[in-house]
């Protein structure tokens, strides 16, 4: 199969893609083509998440390519040493998303043992390079998304696709623009 139809079933890539829509993914692109940053893909879960239970593909927009030099400090993601300018969030800031969302993966002490308020990632929280056939990927809902923040990175082989239209509802069809 060249494409696959997908359903949006939570809002962790609000507000470019909402609950209930339909989207369109190339699944032969990516066999003539590197994935570039700002992409939207479909992708199975890690290792990570599947120790986590998840089961069912993940759609994120990729920020981190291979090379790249990743980090998240007062709510804006650093990369390559530049604030990167993301109008496709939806609040637009990058706050750490909550323990609930997470789950466990966050740092709650300190090296000393200290209590640290808020609990911080693991991931992010210092400068991360990307490694090759590697991809950091987060939703487009900074505080609603479960994503690379928590869990990592996204293997090259884990990718399936990269989403390139809405087919419905009928008065949002398009492509999906990487702004």
């Known amino acids: 199969m060249i494409v696959e139809a997908r359903y949006i079933s939570s809002g962790g890539m609000e507000p470019t893609l909402k609950i209930n829509d339909r989207i369109v993914v190339d699944k032969v692109s990516y066999l003539f083509q590197t994935p570039k940053r700002r992409d939207i893909i479909l992708f199975k879960p890690t290792q990570a998440l599947k120790q986590g239970g998840f089961e069912n593909a993940f759609v994120k927009r ?29 609040s637009g800031t990058t706050e750490s998303p909550s323990p609930e969302t997470c789950r466990s993966n966050y740092v709650t002490m300190d090296v000393e043992s200290r209590p640290i308020d808020p609990p911080i990632p693991i991931y ?3 400068p991360q390079t990307i490694p090759p056939d590697h991809y950091l990927v987060l939703g487009d809902h900074r505080a609603n998304s479960l994503d ?8 090259r082989s884990e990718i399936i696709g990269q989403a390139t239209k809405r087919f419905f509802p009928f008065n949002r069809i398009g492509r999906l623009d990487k702004k």
């Open 62 to 90: 990729i920020i981190g390519i291979p090379g790249d030099v990743v980090e998240i400090k007062q709510n804006v993601v650093w990369l390559n040493n530049q604030p990167l300018q993301e109008p496709y969030t939806m």
């Open 124 to 126: 992010l929280s210092q």
């Open 148 to 155: 690379s923040r928590c869990w990592g990175l996204v293997k």
